[in-house]
């Protein structure tokens, strides 16, 4: 009788914990959904951003440079990309909400490189080259995929949640740091980015609308 009992309890218990986990996870694909659908960046988010003039990870500072290898061995540096409008993507093969945001920053990629915009995208997998690889000739990326082995990116950007992007302007400063995945297809964001590329720098480190 007390092994009927206890199956029994055991029984229960695991049903619970099965419920706990089911709601958990719908709970978390709605959240998921509901921000995924935001703007990835917007014209007045940007607009309100002033040069502080250090070296930090957030907006109106000037981004932390790094050099890294891109998946074919080339050293690829940050400050190199200075003129260009630079998102840098923070994410990881096994992060799901990275895989569903990275076809949309492939699109934003491909509508604006010719115009000035490139794409970093570094990845956080520890010894997942292949993997890395596998998921890049997947979703067909285009633009440089490097990976952060020595995690001095990770430490630069302290993120607090991956996938994380900054869009660093034509100055090297961050004018958008954007946490969790968001649609880098939407119309603002479009617009956004249009503003950031049609945008110069001034000697004195202030945004002017090229002529």
């Not at 909400?97 to 990275?102: K, S």
């Not at 990845?123 to 890395?132: I, L, R």
């Not at 490097?146 to 302290?158: N, R």
């Not at 995945?181 to 609308?209: C, H, V």
């Given at each position: 009788m ?16 099965a ?6 996870f719908?709970i978390a ?7 995924f659908?935001?703007?990835a ?5 940007i607009a309100?951003?002033?040069?502080k003039g ?26 190199d ?5 630079v998102v840098i ?7 799901t ?6 076809p949309s920053i492939e699109?934003l ?6 115009e ?7 990845s956080?997998d520890?010894g997942?080259?292949?993997?890395v690889?596998?998921f890049v000739?997947?979703?067909n990326?285009?633009f ?7 995690q001095d990116v990770e430490?630069?950007?302290?993120t607090r949640?991956?996938p994380s ?8 400063v961050i ?15 479009f617009?956004?980015?249009e503003?950031?590329?049609t945008m110069g720098?001034?000697p004195d ?7």
């Amino acid at each position: 009788m007390k092994s009927i009992a206890l199956k029994n309890s055991d029984s229960t218990l695991i049903k619970k914990y099965a419920a706990i986990f089911a709601l958990s996870f719908v709970i978390a694909i709605l959240l998921f959904t509901e921000h995924f659908f935001e703007d990835a960046v917007t014209r007045e988010g940007i607009a309100k951003n002033t040069h502080k003039g250090e070296v930090k990870a957030e907006e109106g500072y000037i981004a932390p440079d790094f050099s890294l290898r891109d998946l074919a061995g080339k050293p690829v540096r940050l400050s190199d990309f200075r003129g260009k409008v630079v998102v840098i993507n923070l994410w990881a093969t096994w992060c799901t909400p990275c895989r569903v945001e990275m076809p949309s920053i492939e699109n934003l990629y491909r509508r604006f490189r010719s115009e000035g915009l490139t794409v970093l995208a570094v990845s956080f997998d520890k010894g997942q080259d292949e993997a890395v690889r596998a998921f890049v000739k997947e979703k067909n990326l285009s633009f440089p995929v490097l990976i952060d082995h020595d995690q001095d990116v990770e430490s630069k950007y302290q993120t607090r949640t991956i996938p994380s992007t900054f869009v660093i302007d034509k100055r090297g400063v961050i004018a958008a740091r954007v946490d969790g995945a968001k649609n880098w297809e939407s119309e603002e964001t479009f617009k956004a980015i249009e503003l950031l590329l049609t945008m110069g720098s001034s000697p004195d480190g202030r945004q002017q609308t090229e002529k």
